[in-house]
T-cell receptor, first 115, second 111 residues
Framework: DGGITQSPKYLFRKEGQNVTLSCEQN?????MYWYRQDPGQGLRLIYY???????QKGDIAEGYSVSREKKESFPLTVTSAQKNPTAFYLC??????????????FGPGTRLTVL | GQQVMQIPQYQHVQEGEDFTTYCNSS?????IQWYKQRPGGHPVFLIQ?????EVKKQKRLTFQFGEAKKNSSLHITATQTTDVGTYFC???????????FGAGTRLFVKA
């Protein structure tokens, strides 16, 4: 059963703590992405990775970090430097970053609340 | 940098009425994608348009890509309650890699 999974679905953390959000895909996709969505807002790109062992900052990378050590996995760490971390985090993947067709498949998301 | 503007932000319709959302880019796009996000869910890919002036249909949904490849629209004919959700356009800049999402149009359908 192919797809992209994120865990956990809901996450609560105290202010000042780092937290890591999991994203795994078994679609054999090269490219992976992290987005942040705030209530009533669109999707803002945090980080993206076109290939394993490589990643680039998106539009709102400050206070976040990622790694891409395996093709299937692209974890996101929300650090204590992120000023307003409470949001809905979505991970996505696509066959490749380039090319004419690059539809993105999204995971179910993780709703992070910082208390 | 590249910006993708989407209007309207919200639209309330009576079931059976038509609905249209518009997407405009500040730069020429290599392609435009449309996604639907149901309340509480995650975005799901609907379609991708690549060619200038392209029109594609999916049942009651009609997607258009402008001649200049800087704007696009999604039109739903005779809305149903199942159409409820937020519709996002997402455009990729020519020569670029990043896909930029519009803010979305949230559709409410009253039965």
């Amino acid at each position: 059963d192919g797809g992209i999974t994120q865990s956990p679905k809901y996450l609560f953390r105290k202010e000042g703590q780092n937290v890591t959000l999991s994203c795994e895909q078994n679609l054999n996709h090269d490219a992976m992405y992290w987005y942040r969505q705030d209530p009533g807002q669109g999707l803002r790109l945090i980080y993206y990775s076109q290939i394993v062992n490589d990643f680039q900052k998106g539009d709102i990378a400050e206070g976040y970090s990622v790694s891409r050590e395996k093709k299937e996995s692209f974890p996101l760490t929300v650090t204590s430097a992120q000023k307003n971390p409470t949001a809905f985090y979505l991970c996505a993947s696509s066959i490749s970053g380039g090319g004419a067709y690059n539809e993105q498949f999204f995971g179910p998301g993780t709703r992070l609340t910082v208390l | 940098g590249q910006q993708v503007m989407q209007i309207p932000q919200y639209q309330h319709v009576q079931e059976g009425e038509d609905f249209t959302t518009y997407c405009n880019s500040s730069t020429t796009l290599s392609n435009i994608q449309w996604y639907k996000q149901r309340p509480g869910g995650h975005p799901v890919f609907l379609i991708q348009l690549v060619k200038s002036g392209e029109v594609k249909k999916q049942k009651r949904l009609t997607f258009q890509f402008g001649e200049a490849k800087k704007n696009s629209s999604l039109h739903i004919t005779a809305t149903q309650t199942t159409d409820v959700g937020t519709y996002f356009c997402a455009g990729r800049d020519t020569g670029g890699f990043k896909t930029i999402f519009g803010a979305g149009t949230r559709l409410f359908v009253k039965a």
